[in-house]
């Protein structure tokens, strides 16, 4: 029986006077994908900022491991347990691809711990061992998005967020992407996706909750969604 690992409960988050986020409730199992998907400006980006500190929750709660993040600093966050692969990527250009990497370990002191965590993501993406010391600027997209997965892994995080992993990439690359996640979540880390490609987001998680405009209009099973005519319909264009 798998365990509840993230309990988001009536969670609102305002940007000055505009409530982007109102009043959202969802929860995720150890060991699950879960993906939110919606429209552009539904609100998915800021739930996820919000998850990771980045944002403030006007009211509601988050609970990760039954530990409560709204009042916790971002630093915590990820030291309990939470790694944020953000929408563009966001990865330091001047860098090296392996100090990139080094960075989503910075809170680890074992230097051994780093070597295991740094293996680990070599043996997950091989690319990233070829060109360990190109500087990260110099990389294709989709080589840049395994880059910002792999810092996600360094981490060791239990529950990764993902805000659109196929943004900008070729299609054979997006299918390469994804079965990677799927492997990270094989593997033992639990994973929210935002995909604004409503089809791949529900081939890949087993639940879906889909928002609209701050607030979450449908939920269910993966399977059930795809069937679903609202869905199809709004997002699938079918």
Known sequence: MSSRMLDVKDLAVSYGMITAVKGVSFNLDEGEIVALIGANG??????????????????GSI???????????????????????????????????????????????????????LERTYLT????????AQLAGTLS??????????????????L?????????LAPIIVEDIFRIIKEINEAGTSILLIEQNAFLALQT????YVLETGLISIEGKSSDLLKDDRVRESYLGA
């Not at 993406?125 to 360990?132: A, I, M, N, S, V």
């Not at 990764?160 to 900008?168: A, K, N, R, T």
């Open 63 to 117: 609970q990760f491991l039954g530990k409560e993040l709204t009042k916790m600093p971002a630093h915590k966050i990820v030291e309990a347990g939470i790694a944020h692969v953000p929408e563009g990527r966001r990865v330091f250009p001047r860098l090296t691809v392996k100090e990139n990497l080094m960075l989503g370990a910075n809170i680890v002191k074992e230097r051994s711990i780093i070597q295991q965590r």
């Open 125 to 132: 993406f091989p690319r990233l061992k070829e060109r360990q």
């Open 205 to 208: 998680a087993s639940r879906a």
């Open 160 to 168: 990764m967020l993902l805000d659109e992993p196929s943004m900008g």
């Open 42 to 59: 539904a609100g998915k980006s800021t739930i996820l900022r919000t998850i990771s500190g980045l944002e403030r929750a006007k009211s």
């Open 141 to 158: 997209g989709g080589e840049q998005q395994m880059l910002a997965l792999g810092r996600a892994l360094m981490t060791g995080g239990k």
